[in-house]
């Protein structure tokens, strides 16, 4: 159903994962957007496994509609793939069961970049965005692709959950002492992605500002979540992933939020223009670091700061909303 009044049309490149779960219902649940896809990527599971949440999630949102991908299956480069289980729960989703739709065809066997290339050009150049919240294989796929190098013009803009900049706090790791887990999972891609020769508007929120101790989800939440009355399954799945993601650390921070967020609301954020680099050898490996540069004519921003009390609006809103 292809509504002319939104103002953001969206492919969502995920790895489903609780925080890219809950980042899929905020984005379906928006007025301004309209997700035309989802492409699932190597991440928090593998990307099979990450279609397949994305099917049963759309399918008890009663969004079957909107095709889903399965991407890459391994990093560019690296073979051994790293899974931050303790964190998302066996099957990525906290342990929660849900059903698969019945007709296994659903799951579109369309290459990753001719679905990509049909659906930019469907629309008008720069009116469909990509919203990637897991490692950033599946992109630098498509940049390295030279099959595709005309339609890249035909993108809007990619905002990306990835990195650790040291912006708005010290944070610069999280999955290793000097790496974010999206940008340490495939940081040859991250690297191809954010190449500021590249003429493509890019937003990067990373965990320096995701991790803003003023902008979690606590059990208070979950407790409200169970509480609201006439219940339906799209809060019962969110208290589910939120309570076994508070079960895990007290309160917890929903990071891919902020790549949704970024992209329908960007006045939220504090952003600065520059470029950024990526380490790709040594213990410093997926490390990024942020150089300001204003004058520059690379169209790479970065997100310093957001507005906590806007965000938590946006947030809590639509989490509580039945
Ligand atoms: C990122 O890592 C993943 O585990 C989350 O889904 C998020 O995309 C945060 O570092
Ligand atoms: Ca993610």
């Given at each position: 159903?292809?509504?002319?009044?939104?103002?953001?049309?969206?492919?969502?490149?995920?790895?489903?994962?609780?925080?890219?779960?809950?980042a899929?219902?905020?984005a379906?649940?928006?007025?301004?957007?309209?997700?035309?896809?989802?492409?699932?990527?190597?991440?928090?599971?593998?990307?099979?496994?990450g279609?397949?949440?994305?099917?049963?999630?759309?399918?008890?949102?009663?969004?079957?509609?909107?095709p889903?991908?399965?991407?890459?299956?391994?990093?560019?480069?690296?073979?051994?793939?790293?899974?931050?289980?303790?964190?998302?729960?066996?099957?990525?989703?906290?342990?929660?069961?849900?059903?698969?739709?019945?007709?296994?065809?659903?799951?579109?066997k369309?290459?990753?970049?001719?679905?990509?290339?049909?659906?930019?050009?469907?629309?008008?150049?720069?009116?469909?965005?990509?919203?990637?919240?897991?490692?950033?294989?599946?992109?630098?796929k498509?940049?390295?692709?030279?099959?595709?190098?005309?339609?890249?013009?035909?993108?809007?803009?990619?905002?990306i959950?990835?990195?650790?900049?040291?912006?708005?706090?010290e944070?610069?790791?999280?999955f290793?002492?000097?790496?974010?887990?999206n940008?340490?999972?495939?940081?040859?891609?991250?690297k191809?992605?954010l190449?500021e020769?590249q003429?493509?508007?890019?937003?990067v929120?990373?965990?320096?500002?995701?991790?803003?101790?003023?902008c979690?989800?606590?059990?208070?939440?979950?407790?409200?979540?169970?509480?609201?009355?006439?219940?339906?399954?799209?809060?019962?799945?969110?208290?589910s992933?939120?309570?076994?993601?508070?079960?895990?650390?007290?309160t917890?921070?929903?990071?891919?939020?902020?790549?949704?967020?970024?992209?329908?609301?960007?006045?939220?954020?504090?952003?600065?223009?520059?470029?950024?680099?990526?380490?790709?050898?040594g213990?410093?490996?997926?490390?990024?670091?942020?150089?300001?540069?204003?004058?520059?004519?690379?169209h790479?921003?970065?997100a310093?700061?957001?507005?906590?009390?806007?965000f938590n609006?946006f947030?809590?809103?639509?989490?509580?909303?039945?």
């Amino acid at each position: 159903l292809s509504n002319t009044m939104v103002n953001y049309k969206v492919i969502l490149d995920v790895d489903p994962g609780i925080d890219d779960a809950i980042a899929t219902m905020i984005a379906l649940q928006s007025l301004d957007i309209e997700v035309l896809g989802i492409s699932t990527v190597n991440g928090n599971i593998g990307s099979r496994l990450g279609a397949l949440n994305t099917l049963k999630i759309l399918h008890a949102l009663g969004r079957s509609d909107i095709p889903v991908l399965q991407g890459a299956t391994k990093p560019l480069i690296k073979r051994r793939t790293v899974r931050p289980e303790y964190f998302h729960g066996k099957g990525g989703l906290g342990g929660l069961q849900l059903e698969l739709p019945e007709n296994k065809k659903i799951l579109s066997k369309l290459r990753l970049s001719d679905f990509i290339e049909s659906t930019l050009k469907s629309y008008r150049k720069g009116e469909v965005s990509i919203i990637a919240t897991g490692p950033l294989t599946n992109i630098a796929k498509l940049f390295t692709d030279d099959n595709f190098s005309s339609t890249l013009g035909y993108l809007g803009e990619i905002s990306i959950m990835g990195g650790a900049f040291g912006l708005d706090n010290e944070t610069f790791g999280s999955f290793t002492k000097y790496a974010e887990f999206n940008f340490y999972s495939d940081p040859e891609a991250a690297k191809i992605v954010l190449d500021e020769n590249q003429n493509l508007n890019r937003k990067v929120v990373g965990l320096d500002v995701t991790s803003n101790p003023l902008c979690t989800v606590d059990p208070e939440l979950v407790r409200k979540l169970t509480k609201l009355k006439g219940t339906t399954l799209k809060t019962k799945i969110t208290a589910s992933l939120l309570g076994f993601a508070v079960s895990v650390r007290n309160t917890c921070n929903l990071h891919d939020v902020f790549a949704v967020a970024m992209l329908e609301k960007p006045s939220l954020f504090k952003l600065k223009k520059g470029r950024i680099e990526v380490i790709l050898n040594g213990t410093m490996r997926g490390h990024s670091k942020f150089i300001e540069d204003n004058a520059s004519s690379n169209h790479i921003l970065v997100a310093s700061d957001v507005n906590e009390k806007e965000f938590n609006n946006f947030l809590f809103s639509r989490l509580l909303k039945n």
